[in-house]
């Protein structure tokens, strides 16, 4: 649990990056592209130094899920999530992306056999209730939204909740930094070939170089290294998703402290009610 909690922790400074990226110049496309593109380069600079030649996967099933883990929930989720925040904004869009434990309870009731307990059921409704309630402070009024919306709104959130199952698929055959260099590889090709970033306003400014590497190694590389050694030891992966939405707690608070963006009543009620779905989660059978 602490893993997963730590992974959410990281995963909360993103706004970090993609503010400073933005401020410099660099689009999602971009952006989403040196996020792959440095977290791969991390990865496989350790992996060599502790594996050697055997970073080289002969495992066909292991490298279908690490491949398939990098192609939906890295490179899909950020063609998905990308879009839904041009459709949707950003409230919306975030609302919609954490649907993710709704998608991994129900595939990991169908794939390993998970029981829905009524207190798992419970902390998930309250989880996403408090998700909604830190991202927007319970305001989506301001915000216009159709069916194209949804859809990839959708998408995002199913993505980004099958990465604990599809993770955990891959942990079982591999070790996490294998599954984190063939996942990132998988998509930083992938974005480069879908989304076509601009690499030449990389190569001209070393801030975006610099700021891109380091947003590939804190929420990125380290973050899912840590992730993929938690799906290794949790076994009911219906948890693993509500445990680690700590993330939008540490971006609410990142935002207020760094930023000095407001933080409402609502929003601060959010906060408390994601830790109690962690706790009820936790206890959960």
């Given at each position: 649990m602490i893993q997963l909690l730590l992974a959410g922790i990281?995963?909360?400074?993103?706004?970090?990056?993609?503010?400073?990226?933005?401020?410099?110049?660099?689009?999602?496309?971009?952006?989403?592209?040196?996020?792959?593109?440095?977290?791969?380069?991390?990865?496989?600079?350790?992996?060599?130094?502790?594996?050697?030649?055997?970073?080289?996967?002969?495992?066909?099933?292991?490298?279908?899920?690490?491949?398939?883990?990098?192609?939906?929930?890295?490179?899909?989720?950020?063609?998905?999530?990308?879009?839904?925040?041009?459709?949707?904004?950003?409230?919306?869009?975030?609302?919609?992306?954490?649907?993710?434990?709704?998608?991994?309870a129900i595939a990991s009731a169908v794939i390993f056999r998970e029981k829905f307990s009524a207190l798992k059921i419970f902390a998930l409704s309250v989880n996403i209730i408090g998700c909604i309630l830190t991202v927007t402070g319970g305001?989506?009024?301001?915000?216009?939204?159709?069916?194209?919306?949804?859809?990839?709104?959708?998408g995002s959130g199913f993505c980004y909740g099958m990465a604990a199952v599809i993770g955990r698929l891959a942990g079982e055959r591999t070790d996490s930094l294998t599954v984190s260099m063939y996942s990132y590889l998988s998509a930083w090709i992938f974005l480069a070939l879908f989304m076509r970033p601009d690499i030449s306003l990389a190569f001209d400014d070393v801030k975006i170089l610099g700021l891109g590497f380091l947003y590939g190694l804190i929420p990125t590389a380290l973050a899912y290294v840590v992730y993929y050694n938690a799906l290794k030891v949790i076994h009911d992966t219906s948890k693993v998703p509500v445990i680690a939405s700590v993330e939008p707690v540490t971006a609410v608070l990142i935002g207020t402290i760094i930023y000095n963006e407001g933080i409402g009543t609502a929003n601060l009620i959010g906060v408390a009610v994601v830790m109690i779905s962690i706790i009820i989660m936790s206890k959960a059978k």
């Open positions: 990281l995963w909360g400074t993103i706004g970090v990056f993609v503010k400073g990226l933005s401020s410099l110049g660099a689009d999602g496309s971009l952006i989403g592209f040196l996020r792959m593109f440095f977290a791969f380069v991390i990865i496989l600079a350790v992996s060599i130094v502790k594996h050697g030649r055997k970073i080289i996967l002969h495992d066909k099933t292991a490298l279908f899920w690490c491949v398939l883990l990098g192609l939906l929930c890295n490179g899909l989720f950020n063609v998905f999530y990308t879009s839904s925040i041009s459709i949707n904004g950003m409230g919306i869009a975030s609302v919609l992306m954490y649907t993710a434990p709704v998608f991994t305001n989506l009024s301001a915000e216009s939204i159709n069916m194209a919306g949804i859809l990839v709104g959708l």
